[in-house]
């Protein structure tokens, strides 16, 4: 445990990927076997499921350390994190030391225990690790390791200390291991692998395109696609089985049940990489819509049939069993376009074909990502015809190309605190927007939440004025006098119950204070509703 | 109480009976001043009186003030109240205020800390009925180690930085925290390089304190003679051209908000070290309990919260909104809070 929280105490403390990589590698040289496997685990999110909850966690915390339990959740809405709040506001001593693969060992029966043998486990640890082992102990019980190690780093790292190809690398960590039962043998160096039936590909990611297209030098080399707005998913055929992976490296084929109709259709050795996107009334609904699916581990009849789902096809990563990725993209889509073409008309089969266009001009390909909205797509995916599929987020074939943000101006009306450094500013913020009452009466109707898109500076002046003018506070937050307009931007926005706006927007956040703008000048909440699709 | 001694006002924290002001933030005829950070000792009062060593601080700040320097204990009387400066530990020259009037006794901390920094004259707790305390770092969650751990740290830093060719940049704010790395930097790694804000206030220091040697950074100064040696630089340094002549370099900032892993990652730099001028939650606490007030008054910092848990604790605590900005200016001094 000491070595494994060194190690994240030090890709803690740089910004630098190549002292990480470094830090990383040499860890995989010294940890034991099992150590490594569970770090490996850790760090691609395959955490065992959580032994204890956090509301106990919590109570336990503010118990241990002494503090009332309002000053622990204070702390811990400052702080941010609940495992970094609790190694903070614990003192201990270093007095255990066991490895990495025996506390988890220790951890993951524990979830069938009583309350108080869970707590005396975890108190007795608290209390006898370091500060950073304190972290990762609780990290471990509540999941959720954000500390700039990528799934690409790890990789990297791991292939720096083993000598293996990183893409083969990539390939063997992915898909569905536990590592309970896998030695690193198994799951690292053993050359001939027998379970990689279920296995997908590691994705091709897209890095957003910021330059001028023009730049990618001659249109008729490049083909454009809509980018969808659903979850990017690949879907394998293999042995008369039908496996659905996220991007997110899950196996979520229990939650999209529709995907097994296409084992009738689609031969074993087929590999579809596309977007599961939500499809009610025969058309593509909203990443609200999708996320209704998102949320249910098993789906109820009545669901499936209001928000059925489809899956929009990208590309062909397999086909008869042989790996396409390196053919170029143009030879892949004609192979996807003859498997896909006699089964997209039939609309009882979940499966669609994303266009692509090829485009003389450069402003042709603009206009096409200029009718984005009206298609419900982001944008344009911009990808290279003779690219191969790279492994990972790679730079020069394939550009995201998103539409520009919808803005609106809105009023500042509630205010709470910002994390960590700026846990003494007010940086988060709510919006608002005009709304006329049934009785005539100019009401503010709250329609978005954001905290970024502010410099340091600005934000302190928006902080210093909270201060001053604070109507008043419950708890964190504090309402203020309605004087400030902001332009508020969002990806998109779909019609909601859950919201009193009756309007759910999609990444909202600041673009810039309109300090040229008095309050009467604010959009409403119609205005809003105009630009729903 | 119907006039209390000292009473929250827009221009800062006044006793009308002496008509004096501590350290307010907008101009008057006579103010008291606490220590030298610019948060607590603005521009454009009539007359300033602090401790002696906090003289050459703002006079050096401020340019031609009328100013006039007390000792520690001194006690001097205006219209019946009696004021004493005491040693707040925060940083060199900085005082606790006491303010007695017919029995009745108030202390403003300004800003302090407990433990010892070798470099300040440290903290001596002062018996009131009423205590005006900061509480920048008021959350159980903040919990400083000993000082030697943390310089170990520093010094280890900058040796394996040293050891790769690498030159150390360390930010701390010009005022107190340079200061006080400097003291307890290990000079047989290298040499100390100095950012010239941070060496006006040294040769300001140097008056009255002995600081360890130092190199001013000119224009003459060649990138070769700073490989493997350690540079203190305000953070308003940080990001700036003038760190293009120390490549190939490690960042490190020195500061309470360090131990937040967050906040450490949004300042972008390779290192944080957790060294405050400020008292932790313990030391709030042990402070409190020393003067024997009942009464305590909360400005910056976690100021809600920390004094609900006062009140909690049945002490007659309040918070009032002051325009001190703690460590947070420390931290974004860019915006004209930083010594120049
Ligand atoms: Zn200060
Ligand atoms: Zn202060």
Redesign the pocket.
Known sequence: MKDFAQLIRKLDSTNKTSVKVKALASYFNLASDRDKVWTIAILSHRRPSRPVNTTLLRQWASEVAGVPHWLFEESYHIVGDLAETIALVVSGKKEIDKPLAQVLDELIPLKKRSEEEKKNYVVEHWLGFSFYERFVFTKLITGGFRIGISQKLMTRSLSLATGIDEDILAYKLMGDWDPNTISFQELVLEKNKTDLLSKPYPFYLAYALEDEPENLGDPSEWLAEHKWDGIRSQVIFRNDEVFVWSRGEELVTDKYPEFSLLLEHIPNGTVIDGEILPYPKNSIGTFNDLQKRIGRKTVSKALLKKIPVILMAYDLLEWEGVDLREQPFEERRKKLEVLAEPLVPDSSIPLYLSGTMGFEHWSDFAAERDRAREKKSEGLMLKRKDSPYRVGRKKGDWWKWKVDPLTIDAVLTYAMRGHGRRSNLFTDYTFGLWNTTEDGERELVTFAKAYSGLTDAEFRKVDAWIKKNTLERFGPVRSVTPYHVFEIAFEGLAPSGRHKSGVATRFPRILRWRTDKSIEEANTLDDLKKLIP | MENPLLAFTDKGIYCEQAGVYLDPWKPVDKAIISHG?A??SRWGHGRYITHERNVPIIEHRLGNIHSTGVSWGESFTVNGVRFSLHPAGHIPGSSQIRVEYKGEVWVFS??YKTGDDGLSTPYEPVRCHAFIT?C?FGLPAFKWRPQEEVFRDINEWWAENRSEGKTSILFGYSLGKAQRLLKHLDTSIGKVYTHAAIENMNEVIRTFLPLPETSRITKETQRDELRGHLVLAPPSAHGSPWLRKMVPYETATASGWMAFRGARRRRAVDRGFVLSDHCDWAGLLESIEATGATRVICT?GYSDIFSRFLREKGLDARTEETQ???EL?EMNSTEGAEIT
Do not use: S
């Open positions: 950070h948060d607590h300004g800003d900061e920048t910056h001190y900005e703690g200016a």
